[in-house]
């Protein structure tokens, strides 16, 4: 048994690494259109720099395809798309593109479609923003059915990996109500529902045409429902859920919107209770990589991020628990996670 559970983690990690050098020859055109038209002044990283990267990149795959040979999750946690439904979205993506460029090249951030100007209302000023200049931010389904391939593009085909480093942290919770904050189009809720289904996730979001692409990607699972709602500021009573985890959100908050987020998960989690937050590696996390750090937010509209590599997620998790707060890092994403204490 152990030799097939071998074999199986070495093809997984062929797959995963093949898809990563798919992923990354896709990011060349993009890449030299962007250098050659909006930043010929912002250097490519070094053969220095992505070799250290792709030593991370082998690490997260080779972490995942262990995992799951020993069944820590299950392959269909991947959710792997059709080769000729990703070569569509790649042709749209490539033609999207165009008007990305245009965008970051007039550094226009507030352009929306009259559609998603509809979706914007009553929503948060800071949120109503091309975010990485994409098109329509995150307030339209085209936006929604393109993100995930466009973020497999930027993370050389990684980005789906570091997402689910948070499944083997959740066993650690207790099966039951979870909530997950900024769902957006489910691409870590689908690993989760489709891993723990004894739980119930409530996957919430504030962008309706986001949810609504969410609810038709996971309509074969029961175990999950969407909510349109603020994370900063939820409706739920206290002491609501068994888990409360989140991928990717701090990073496109400003500061006091940041503490609100975690201050709302550590109310509604029970006592006992796991808060888990997957965001970008902070200042200091992994130096070898802070080139990234440094190059993401000069390269996209990412408003808060500057801001938010200086502002230890660790720290903020600590004030409101007494429990250890346990840091891992993976790539580009640091997982922080504790448990709620229990008042005496």
Not at 68 to 80: E, K, T
Not at 263 to 290: C, N, W, Y
């Amino acid at each position: 048994a152990m030799s097939t559970a071998k074999a199986q983690s070495l093809s997984l990690l062929g797959l995963s690494l093949f898809r990563s050098g798919l992923y990354f020859l896709e990011s060349i055109p993009l890449s030299i259109a962007s250098r050659h038209l909006v930043h010929p002044k912002i250097e490519p990283p070094t053969p220095d720099e992505l070799k250290v990267m792709w030593s991370h990149i082998y690490k997260l795959h080779e972490a995942e395809a262990q995992d799951i040979a020993a069944g820590v999750y299950g392959f269909r946690a991947l959710q792997m798309s059709a080769p000729f439904k990703h070569g569509l979205r790649f042709a749209e993506i490539l033609g999207d593109g165009i008007r990305v460029l245009w965008r970051k090249r007039k550094n226009r951030n507030k352009e929306f479609s009259e559609q998603a100007m509809k979706a914007a209302e009553g929503l948060p000023e800071y949120y109503v923003r091309n975010f990485h200049f994409q098109t329509d931010g995150y307030l339209s389904e085209a936006s929604a059915k393109l993100y995930d391939h466009q973020v497999e593009i930027l993370f050389a085909g990684a980005a789906g990996a570091m997402r689910r480093r948070i499944l083997p942290v959740l066993r650690e919770a207790h099966q039951g109500d979870w909530l997950e904050l900024g769902c957006g189009a489910a691409t870590a809720t689908g690993p989760v529902v489709e891993t723990f289904s004894k739980s119930k996730v409530t996957a919430l979001d504030l962008s309706a045409p986001y949810l609504k692409i969410a609810g038709e990607r996971l309509r074969a699972y029961n175990n999950v429902g969407f909510l349109q709602g603020d994370a900063t500021d939820l409706k739920f009573k206290d002491n609501s859920f068994e888990a409360v985890y989140s991928v990717y959100l701090p990073h496109e908050l400003p500061k006091t919107e940041r503490a609100k987020l975690m201050a709302e998960a550590f109310r509604v989690v029970k006592p006992g209770g796991l808060v888990v937050i997957a965001d970008s590696l902070q200042l200091g996390d992994t130096p070898e990589l802070e080139w990234a750090l440094d190059r993401f937010p000069k390269t996209y509209h990412e408003p808060f991020y500057r801001d938010y590599t200086r502002d230890p997620l660790e720290k903020l998790m600590q004030k409101h628990t007494t429990a250890e707060v346990h840091v891992q890092t993976w790539l580009f994403t640091k997982i922080v996670f504790a448990k709620k204490t229990v008042r005496v």
